[in-house]
């Protein structure tokens, strides 16, 4: 069982930054597949960016080179560094564990940001 919870949203104003924090719990963490994923009001979940237990990250286009995430495997952390925020970045976002071995994921209870003059 993994159980993560996600802190550092809030109200923005465009142009400004936030840094999300993913604290998970379990015993090996440096082993997961960890993710972060946004969904805004009448749309889909997606993916904003991942980062292997090797480091290796991908991004969603939408993100690239505003956004950037990290990993620090003797906290048990993920992170998250939101820049250059736009109004359409307005979503919940969620942290993920992939288990790779298991195929499943674990979710945590999602944290608001919201980017508003």
């Known amino acids: 069982q993994v159980q993560l919870v996600e802190s550092g949203g809030g109200l923005v104003q465009p142009g400004g930054s936030l840094r999300l924090s993913c604290a998970a719990s379990?015993?090996?963490?440096?082993?997961?597949?960890m993710g972060w994923y946004r969904q805004a009001p009448g749309k889909q979940r997606e993916l904003v960016a991942r980062?292997?237990?090797?480091?290796?990250?991908n991004y969603a286009d939408s993100v690239k080179g505003r956004f950037t995430i990290s990993r620090d495997n003797a906290k048990n952390m993920v992170y998250l560094q939101l820049n250059s925020l736009k109004p359409e970045d307005t979503a919940v976002y969620y942290c993920?564990?992939?288990?790779?071995?298991?195929?499943?994921?674990?979710w945590g209870q999602g944290t608001q940001v919201t980017v508003s003059s």
């Open positions: 993920n564990a992939h288990i790779i071995a298991t195929n499943y994921d674990y």
């Open positions: 379990g015993s090996f963490f440096s082993i997961y597949r």
């Open positions: 980062i292997t237990s090797g480091g290796t990250t």
